[in-house]
């Protein structure tokens, strides 16, 4: 039976869901207009809120009855994934996502660099106000490894000895550690530390499943329904697990062709190398290691008490993994 | 008698303010080889460090005798400094800082972005270590307010309306809050409320004047000696108390020349511009306004008691306001 996202992940806290989602736009003030502005444009472009429900479901899984703090904790989990967003279609040079213009392309490099760097800010002081020191160390040592991920991913660029270890190091900062802050965050705030390893495994596996799956739609044309260009990654030089594992599954001109795309990036051999990734069998190593990663994030869960918040993060790794099948 | 830097206002805390100097090299720690590059090189291409001596000044000055926990807090102060000034150049487009490349040059913007992101965190981090919520919650807010104060800049960049007040707000959010901090987050540390206030009084003065002398340079040609050309802010049309002034202190076509060069920026008519505001007695304006803010800023220092520190942190804005006479 199809997992339905509404239904099946999102209902067990959507009442809390609500509440918090009032608190990310009251969470967002500002004398000062253009940083009212674009910080509302960022915001409401935002997704499913995955990361919020994930911090909800953990809270609740975790046991915690009232979520008047944790609803606080995944607004600014939400702020601060919308900060990392922001500087991120600067340093791609995107100028749209989710089908709308980025801010930088609204407005320009400038103000999107700044009004990112507010939301960092504002995000920081919206969790000193929780008053809790764990929970500020996990934050500020998190945030400072996803800054590192995003340098890892901007220094492997156009490097095709990149290796599967250092892919997973970039994802684990880009993509996993906020996840992980937002369910080990969750685990602090209800004063229930024995979940916070598990739901930190839980979280970290998740989102390596999530990006590797991100990286497969880069090379399939489901991309195109999800508001992303196939070829995207290549384009940018970026050398993601399809690449890598197909260097591993390729040998002379193939090979030669897909090292070479690696380091120059552009359109010159898009389709030649997207069809040596599609045909080659790396995708379906990649299929594997996301299966992997899911299992992984699944087992972890099982050291919490089985209830229906635990289901609904189960669920959750159950609907990604669905997207590449 | 002249002001020596090293010997009137560096000399009293010469050997905290050394191994302060260490700490923000061992603060600066990361896995990733290109965080550590360019985060080496921002630090080293530091100034005069003024707002960390100013911090470990006031720290004495508040009667505090071990510095330990000052001195790391000097070296935060400095990082989150580093952090903003390789942001603003990526906002201005700026080839050079104090006559060296800057991260965005030596890189690009894109690892410029990401590294100030970083070093943003890792103030952050660090600042978490000290273990004081009044000094976190003092500086989140603060870091939002520089934030907003940068944004306000560019929202009236080539606005010829924007007045003193609004001038006001922007230097003080981008340059004055970040003293306040170094010495509000001093007394703080230090255990000595009561002098909070002065002390943040004293600072948001001192920052005031000094961003109005750094403005008045922009239009005197003492500026080339400091690595500074002549007309900088007026190509980004940045309205700044020179030209605002010059809008006051002229009418007809002296004023109108002035209003489109704030609007189009550029060096269209550069010369002109530096004539009427050199002559418009504009400069003359800025510097009475700059010593009244030195004045304010001499007057808020009498609260605390009568050391060497005090008088070192006196020296300092005496010196700065020596800058334009």
Redesign the interface.
């Known amino acids: 039976m199809a997992i339905d996202f509404k239904q099946d992940i999102l209902a067990p806290v959507a009442q809390d869901f609500a509440e918090m989602d009032t608190f990310i736009n009251e969470g967002i003030t500002?004398?000062?207009?253009?940083?009212m502005a674009v910080s509302k444009h960022v915001v409401e472009a935002g997704g499913k809120r995955m990361r919020p429900i994930m911090c909800l479901l953990a809270a609740k899984a975790c046991g915690a009855e009232d979520l008047a703090q944790q609803r606080k904790l995944a607004a600014i989990i939400e702020m601060l994934h919308t900060a990392?967003l922001v500087?991120d279609d600067?340093?791609d040079e995107s100028g749209l996502r989710r089908g709308r213009p980025t801010a930088n392309a609204t407005w320009n490099?400038?103000?999107a660099?700044?009004?990112?760097?507010?939301l960092?800010?504002?995000s920081?002081?919206l969790?000193?106000?929780l008053?809790n020191?764990t929970l500020?160390?996990d934050f500020?040592?998190g945030?400072?490894e996803?800054?590192?991920g995003?340098?890892?991913q901007?220094?492997a660029q156009h490097q095709p000895d990149t290796n599967e270890q250092t892919y997973l190091d970039i994802i684990h900062g880009k993509t996993s550690r906020l996840f992980e802050l937002a369910t080990e965050g969750a685990a602090i705030l209800t004063g229930t530390p024995e979940y916070r390893e598990p739901l930190r495994k839980f979280a970290g596996h998740f989102g390596n499943a999530f990006q590797i799956i991100d990286d497969i739609l880069d090379y399939t044309s489901d991309a195109e329904t999800l508001g992303k260009n196939i070829g995207d990654d290549l384009m940018e030089g970026k050398p993601t697990l399809p690449l890598i594992s197909a260097l591993q599954h390729t040998t002379g001109e193939q090979h030669q062709i897909i090292r070479k795309s690696i380091a120059t990036g552009g359109t010159a051999q898009l389709e030649q190398v997207i069809e040596i990734v599609q045909q080659s069998g790396a995708l379906d190593y990649c299929r594997k290691r996301a299966t992997e990663e899911t299992e992984a994030a699944l087992a972890a869960l099982m050291a919490l008490p089985d209830t229906q918040y635990r289901q609904a993060l189960s669920n959750l790794a159950q609907l990604a993994l669905h997207r590449i099948q």
Do not use: P, W, Y
């Not at 500002?30 to 940083?35: I, N, T, W, Y």
């Not at 660099?113 to 507010?118: A, K």
């Open positions: 500002s004398k000062v207009a253009l940083v990392t500087h600067v340093v490099n400038q103000t660099v700044l009004v990112g760097d507010f960092i800010s504002r920081f002081d969790l000193v106000d008053n020191m500020l160390k500020s040592t945030t400072c996803i800054a590192e995003e340098v890892l901007l220094q």
